[in-house]
């Protein structure tokens, strides 16, 4: 049996990356929609090698008997849409920021915390940002062996993390530097061709960005609610791929070896540590791949229980799109997309 499934935003990076992977794993679908916005009904996008979708408009689509909706159409839609979606009994699960730290709706990395889909009492499921995807990713087995306490990270994040107006503001302020254009800055706040900008999202009180608050607040969400994050999240001229400089403190002594050992058995993870020129992962490599990559691993001397290392993931796919159908396939096998068991809210 196949579901009817819903792809909200497929016009955009992540929502490409949606349809690109539903039909990569093969996920069972009867039928599969693809919505945007009023600017993109009539268009075409593929699905798979043969199909080819003519793009719906979010605003007006009924969701009575859909089975699932994958969405990413930014926050503020999601706000209004996924529980209209979810109140006509279709599951949603949602890229967005806006519900992840919503009670009743779980915020879900299938490697790390795939119980948590059996507490959904809203019919929304969230999708982790994707720095901290990936970093729990990296971080679960290590977390396992050693309890972490404390994380310090520093990303690195590619400008697909700003969707398709991010990549396409780098494509033309790198080419035009060729030719001696002034840059045209819209998506960031600075140049990002040849240049890094220490600022994703918005400013909160505290001087840190909201980027940074999340990595930490989903950390205690998915990981272990005691877990402390020091995050700092910067932009840097890079299309695909976030990498991220971690260390952490651990409450019991950590064991390099036993560390290696448990990030090779890790779900997701894979482990690239040559100690020698080129013998770790660079973002580009990641481009297109599902896993998420660990490279320099090594203690921290300078803390008691210390260790270090780097991770880097495709944004697109473990950070976004891919996690979306793993959470959609732990719902099928977990035996939970079906009627009355993801309770629809009251809208
Ligand atoms: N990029 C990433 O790495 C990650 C992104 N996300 C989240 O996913 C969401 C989308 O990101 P991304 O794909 O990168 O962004 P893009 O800008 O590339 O795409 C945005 C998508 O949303 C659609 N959209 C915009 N406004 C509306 C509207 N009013 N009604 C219906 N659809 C609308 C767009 O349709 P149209 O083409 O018609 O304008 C497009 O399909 C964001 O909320 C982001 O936070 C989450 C994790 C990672
Ligand atoms: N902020 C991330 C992508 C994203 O949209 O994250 P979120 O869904 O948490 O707003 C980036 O720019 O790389």
Not at 7 to 19: C, D, H, K, N
Not at 32 to 56: D, N, T, Y
Not at 94 to 100: E, K, M, P, Q, V
């Amino acid at each position: 049996m196949g579901y009817r499934v819903a792809v909200a935003g497929a016009t955009g990076a992540v929502g490409r990356e949606l349809l690109r992977i539903l039909a990569e794993r093969d996920f069972p679908v009867d039928e599969v929609v693809a919505l945007a916005s009023p600017r993109s009904v009539g268009r075409e996008i593929s699905f798979g090698e043969k199909k080819v979708l003519k793009v719906q408009n979010l605003e007006t689509f009924d969701f009575t008997g859909w089975d699932l909706a994958l969405f990413s159409p930014g926050g503020e839609v999601s706000a209004i849409y996924a529980p209209k979606a979810a109140a006509a009994g279709c599951v949603v699960i949602d890229n967005t920021s806006h519900f992840r730290m919503e009670p009743g709706i779980p915020l879900v990395v299938p490697e790390v915390n795939a119980k948590a889909l059996k507490k959904a009492r809203r019919g929304i499921i969230a999708n982790p940002n994707c720095s901290t995807a990936q970093m729990m990713v990296a971080l679960k087995p290590l977390h396992d062996l050693f309890k972490i306490k404390r994380i310090v990270v520093s990303t690195y994040q590619a400008v697909s993390g700003a969707g398709k107006d991010g990549m396409d503001e780098l494509f033309a302020q790198t080419k035009g530097t060729f030719v001696n254009d002034p840059p045209t800055i819209a998506q960031f706040t600075k140049q990002i061709a040849f240049n890094v900008i220490p600022h994703i999202d918005r400013f909160m009180e505290d001087g840190s960005t909201k980027e940074e608050w999340k990595m930490a607040v989903e950390t205690r969400k998915i990981l272990d609610p005691d877990i402390q994050v020091m995050a700092t999240c910067v932009r840097v001229p890079v299309f695909i791929g976030h990498s991220e400089a971690i260390s952490i403190e651990c409450e019991k002594p950590v064991d390099l070896k036993k560390a290696r050992n448990a990030l090779r058995k890790a779900l997701g993870v894979i482990l690239r540590d040559e100690r020698e020129d080129g013998g770790y992962v660079t973002p580009i490599e990641t481009v297109g791949e599902d896993a998420t990559y660990v490279s320099r691993l090594r203690i921290d001397p300078s803390v008691e229980n210390g260790l270090a290392l780097w991770c880097v993931s495709d944004n697109l796919r473990k950070g976004a799109a891919l996690n979306a159908v793993q959470i959609a396939e732990s719902l099928v096998e977990q035996d939970l997309l079906k009627d009355g068991v993801l309770l629809p809210p009251k809208v």
